[in-house]
């Protein structure tokens, strides 16, 4: 498990989850001046884009094997990589809770939800695309968001729940159901999907 954990960057993976904790509390309630393409006005804040990076870094570290030699792998690779998975967000979820707690910064429980949320996106993209179109589309998914995820009132759309508020049961809701169904995608996968080309004879 040794050779897992460093080729996965386990510990890289906790310093940046660890940092963005950090620059989220600190960062994470500056807007950033994102054009919206569809004519209304938002927020978008730092603190929905800060936390794409810790499951930037874990698509990373999956990346950096031999995807067919762990796919023939005895040892239960896949349900380690969930683990690493889970066990990172819920870190993150905790921490931010606890930061939460000890400051009432509404920021803490967004940028420990979005971290959370993130994982779950890329961890079950990965299952069927692996780990680098993953990191590409967990990365574009906040600034797709920035673009098109606001009502006419400026208020974020009840689909674009990574932008709502710390007080949203609907955000909550929609990051475990979202973390757990990436986790079970990528427990039960192999390997991404592989599309074949059938050519005529």
């Known amino acids: 498990m040794i050779w897992w954990s460093k080729a996965r960057a386990a510990q890289r993976l906790a310093a940046v989850t660890a940092l963005t904790i950090g620059l989220g509390l600190l960062l994470g309630d500056t807007a950033l001046p994102i054009p919206i393409l569809t004519g209304q006005s938002g927020t978008f804040l730092a603190g929905h884009l800060l ?3 810790p499951a930037v870094v874990l698509m990373y570290g999956k990346e950096r094997t031999d995807h067919r030699l762990e796919a ?22 905790a921490a931010a809770g606890l930061l939460y707690l000890l400051l009432g910064a509404d920021i803490a429980v967004v940028t420990g939800r ?9 961890v079950g993209t990965c299952a069927f695309f692996g780990p680098r179109i993953a990191a590409f ?4 998914l906040p600034l797709g968001l920035a673009h098109t995820g606001w009502t ?8 674009a729940w990574l932008l709502h508020d710390a007080d949203s049961a609907t955000a909550m809701a929609s990051t475990a159901i979202t973390l757990m169904a990436g986790l079970f995608s990528i427990w039960l996968r192999k390997g991404p999907i592989s599309l074949h ?3 005529p004879r």
Not at 114 to 122: E, L
Not at 152 to 159: N, R, S, V, Y
Request: hydrophobic fraction near 55%; glycine fraction near 6%; charge should be positive.
């Open 152 to 159: 006419p009132a400026g208020k974020a759309e009840t689909w």
């Open 51 to 53: 936390t794409v990076l």
């Open 72 to 93: 023939t792998a005895a040892r239960p690779v896949n349900r380690w990589d969930a683990g690493l998975a889970a066990l990172t967000a819920t870190a993150a979820a």
């Open 197 to 199: 080309i059938m050519h």
């Open 137 to 140: 589309l967990t990365t574009a």
């Open 114 to 122: 979005n971290i959370t949320a993130y994982i779950g996106i890329a």
